[in-house]
């Protein structure tokens, strides 16, 4: 019976060169898999994690940002409009100066200024000097509440084809290894697919957080843009009105 069951496997060299690759097959773990990454590869990893620390440092200084900014101008546009309201000019100015992270802040501070610099002589010219004002500071604001994005934009579209150049590789990689080994088994041909597949996960997972957030970011960019429209809008109503009645 044993002696049949040799007289089997002797006449299936191929079956049984192909389980002796299954059984010294490569290591899937982290560990193995950058164990059997070659210098390409890893290379391509190390670009990847720069990108993905990169893309993380951005989202977190934004996040930040823009908390600080909606926070600070939740509570100065109530105060603004009070202290405006009781034509306390060089007041609403001073509670500008205290919100240092809002976005309205910045660009009242700007129309207010130009306006208190013409002396108290309230005609068009002033008023539209003023308005040019707000618009210079809407521009600059818009500027740096968008800094970064850039960043995640780019790393969005660019990481998956950094992967897939890392997976182009490992596949070259293991076809290589089939024609220098002279062997078909899975056994010879199991890193350089487990290459291909970790690069290109891994430039997934760096890029779809990456674009999750840039297009979150950007609606809110948009929506201050429009608070930004809006606060101008009412600083220029309230210009005009005070003209009229001098």
Known sequence: MILAQFAHLASHPISLAMF???AAGPDFSLVGLWTNMGYFAKGIAVVLFIMSIWSLAVMIDRYLYFTAARKQSREFAPKVAGALKDSKLDEA???ADRSKKSHLA????AGLQEFKSSGGAVNEETIESSKRAL???EAIVHAKLKRGLGVLATIGATAPFVGLLGTVMGILNAFQQIATQKSSGIGAVAGGI???LV???FGLLVAIPAVMTFNYFSGRVE???????NSSSELVDYFIKQSHKR
């Open 20 to 22: 002796q690759d299954a």
């Open 135 to 137: 618009e210079r500071a």
């Open 93 to 95: 100015i001073k509670i």
């Open 194 to 196: 487990s290459e291909a």
């Open 106 to 109: 910045e660009v009242v501070t």
């Open 199 to 201: 690069t290109t996960a």
């Open 223 to 229: 929506a201050f843009d429009v608070e930004m429209d």
